[in-house]
């Protein structure tokens, strides 16, 4: 077994002892530091992730453009930082998100905040906040936007979620930008129209423009210019019927990120230039103004600056079934395989010279509950044993930010790495945090 081919991102390297290194640091050290299971985060590849989105947005459509981290994917206060140090926009779906950015001095002119469910609370919260743009998902929600800006006497910006009807062949459970989807207003039905009448007539709401988001881990570049093409013509039209000209248009994001070697890789620079080229000719052609364009990655910023690192308990050998690899973290931290079935790279993080015999076993968690499983079918040296370390890969997106308590087991810590030198940004849940809450 060799496993050079699942070194799938540029962090990933192996010394010649055959201990794994994530940014350049050895593994097994830092399990050894910071006890396991444990969340790396390689702070350099993020930043360097910023920027690439920033110079390929700001080169296919001029400076009047924002690229916005899309923060359910990873939300801590460092990598807030992070974000406003690298001039980046956010978006927010709650009020823990709100609060976690403001404690990180997040400059919240530059939040927009979505879910399609703000409740009347969540409104007040993010006004108090000053959260810049609101993205409105339905007509009761703009409505109560507008009773609350008023009560305030303010005029709230706005962007109107419209659901462009797109299936971009992803995994249904993450598919949203079809009609039926419970996102957005969508444009086939009309109302998207609709809604866009209502909110110009709104006194205490100013529509900046409009958003989409079509779904997630988006292989296909094309997808972005269907899009872009369908909400330029419904932004030609409602100028036609209204004499509204849109200032901003935001296309969400979905951008692709690896998770094992199979899957392809995607820059920046895949979808972006091509997309200019796209807006930039339509624009001229329909004779709209140019809008300010956004973009929302989440996923793709963060995910392959993330590792999770896990110690290997039991080790039970069916003859003639399964081999089961357990390790002490799983579904608590790593809920994407039960949810979505997603595919993981997982790598022997002490033995990856280990390259005589393997053995194919389902890597699995601690949790009570059979679905409690990382990845199947996992290649492994046969020479696994107790307190071995594994690796699992790509996990900087939608694993923190989804890590739960089933079990009461405690959320592992994020420790990132940074120039050479780690440090933790979140600490390790303890069994005290674990019964905190209980009167
Ligand atoms: C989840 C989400 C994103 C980010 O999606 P990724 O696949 O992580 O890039 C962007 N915009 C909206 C509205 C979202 O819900």
């Given at each position: 077994?060799?496993?050079?081919?699942?070194?799938?991102?540029?962090?990933?390297?192996?010394?010649?002892?055959?201990?794994?290194?994530?940014?350049?640091?050895?593994?097994?050290?830092?399990?050894?530091?910071?006890?396991?299971?444990?969340?790396?985060?390689?702070?350099?590849?993020?930043?360097?992730?910023?920027?690439?989105?920033?110079?390929?947005?700001?080169?296919?459509f001029g400076e009047d453009c924002m690229v916005l981290y899309a923060s359910k994917a990873a939300s801590f206060i460092k990598i807030y930082?992070?974000?406003?140090?690298?001039?980046?926009?956010?978006?927010?779906?709650?009020?823990?998100?709100?609060?976690?950015?403001?404690?990180?001095?997040?400059?919240?002119?530059?939040?927009?905040?979505?879910?399609?469910?703000?409740?009347?609370?969540?409104?007040?919260?993010?006004?108090?906040?000053?959260?810049?743009?609101?993205?409105?998902?339905?007509?009761?929600?703009?409505?109560?936007?507008?009773?609350?800006?008023?009560?305030?006497?303010?005029?709230?910006?706005?962007?109107?979620?419209?659901?462009?009807?797109?299936?971009?062949?992803?995994?249904?459970?993450?598919?949203?930008?079809?009609?039926?989807?419970?996102?957005?207003?969508?444009?086939?039905?009309?109302?998207?129209?609709?809604?866009?009448?209502?909110?110009?007539?709104?006194?205490?709401?100013?529509?900046?423009?409009?958003?989409?988001?079509?779904?997630?881990?988006?292989?296909?570049?094309?997808?972005?210019?269907?899009?872009?093409?369908?909400?330029?013509?419904?932004?030609?039209?409602?100028?036609?019927?209204?004499?509204?000209?849109?200032?901003?248009?935001?296309?969400?994001?979905?951008?692709?990120?690896?998770?094992?070697?199979?899957?392809?890789?995607?820059?920046?620079?895949?979808?972006l230039p091509n997309l200019g080229e796209y807006i930039n000719a339509s624009i001229e052609r329909l004779g709209i103004p140019k809008p300010?364009?956004?973009?929302?990655?989440?996923?793709?910023?963060?995910?392959?600056?993330?590792?999770?690192?896990?110690?290997?308990?039991?080790?039970?050998?069916?003859?003639?079934?399964?081999?089961?690899?357990?390790?002490?973290?799983?579904?608590?931290?790593?809920?994407?395989?039960?949810?979505?079935?997603?595919?993981?790279?997982?790598?022997?993080?002490?033995?990856?010279?280990?390259?005589?015999?393997?053995?194919?076993?389902?890597?699995?968690?601690?949790?009570?509950?059979?679905?409690?499983?990382?990845?199947?079918?996992?290649?492994?040296?046969?020479?696994?044993?107790?307190?071995?370390?594994?690796?699992?890969?790509?996990?900087?997106?939608?694993?923190?930010?989804?890590?739960?308590?089933?079990?009461?087991?405690?959320?592992?810590?994020?420790?990132?790495?940074?120039?050479?030198?780690?440090?933790?940004?979140?600490?390790?849940?303890?069994?005290?945090?674990?019964?905190?809450?209980?009167?």
């Open positions: 077994m060799n496993y050079d081919k699942d070194l799938i991102c540029e962090n990933i390297t192996v010394d010649a002892e055959g201990k794994l290194l994530f940014a350049g640091q050895d593994t097994t050290e830092l399990a050894r530091i910071y006890e396991t299971p444990v969340y790396l985060m390689d702070e350099d590849y993020i930043r360097k992730q910023c920027r690439a989105f920033k110079k390929a947005l700001e080169d296919s930082e992070i974000i406003a140090e690298e001039g980046l926009g956010t978006d927010v779906v709650s009020c823990g998100e709100i609060c976690t950015a403001k404690k990180a001095a997040f400059p919240m002119e530059k939040a927009f905040f979505h879910s399609n469910n703000k409740t009347d609370r969540d409104i007040a919260y993010a006004m108090d906040n000053g959260v810049g743009y609101f993205v409105t998902d339905n007509e009761e929600e703009l409505f109560a936007i507008e009773k609350e800006a008023s009560k305030r006497g303010i005029k709230q910006k706005i962007l109107l979620r419209i659901t462009p009807g797109i299936d971009p062949h992803t995994f249904k459970a993450v598919r949203t930008g079809c009609v039926d989807s419970k996102f957005g207003s969508a444009i086939e039905t009309g109302q998207a129209e609709e809604i866009t009448k209502k909110a110009l007539d709104c006194e205490h709401v100013e529509l900046m423009g409009f958003h989409c988001h079509i779904g997630s881990q988006i292989e296909e570049t094309e997808i972005y210019v269907r899009t872009a093409e369908i909400m330029l013509d419904f932004i030609a039209d409602i100028r036609r019927k209204t004499g509204y000209e849109t200032k901003v248009l935001d296309l969400g994001g979905g951008f692709f990120a690896r998770y094992t070697s199979e899957q392809p890789v995607r820059t920046p620079w895949d979808y300010m364009v956004c973009i929302e990655p989440g996923r793709s910023i963060v995910a392959e600056a993330g590792m999770t690192l896990y110690t290997v308990g039991t080790i039970k050998k069916i003859p003639g079934y399964k081999n089961y690899v357990s390790v002490d973290g799983g579904m608590p931290d790593n809920i994407r395989f039960a949810l979505y079935g997603s595919p993981y790279t997982i790598l022997p993080a002490n033995k990856m010279n280990d390259i005589s015999e393997t053995m194919t076993a389902d890597v699995v968690g601690r949790c009570c509950e059979s679905g409690d499983i990382i990845q199947p079918n996992v290649e492994l040296p046969s020479s696994m044993k107790r307190g071995d370390i594994l690796a699992c890969l790509s996990t900087g997106a939608y694993h923190y930010s989804m890590a739960n308590n089933y079990n009461r087991i405690p959320r592992p810590p994020v420790v990132m790495l940074q120039a050479g030198r780690a440090y933790v940004a979140v600490r390790r849940e303890t069994e005290k945090d674990i019964c905190a809450l209980d009167i």
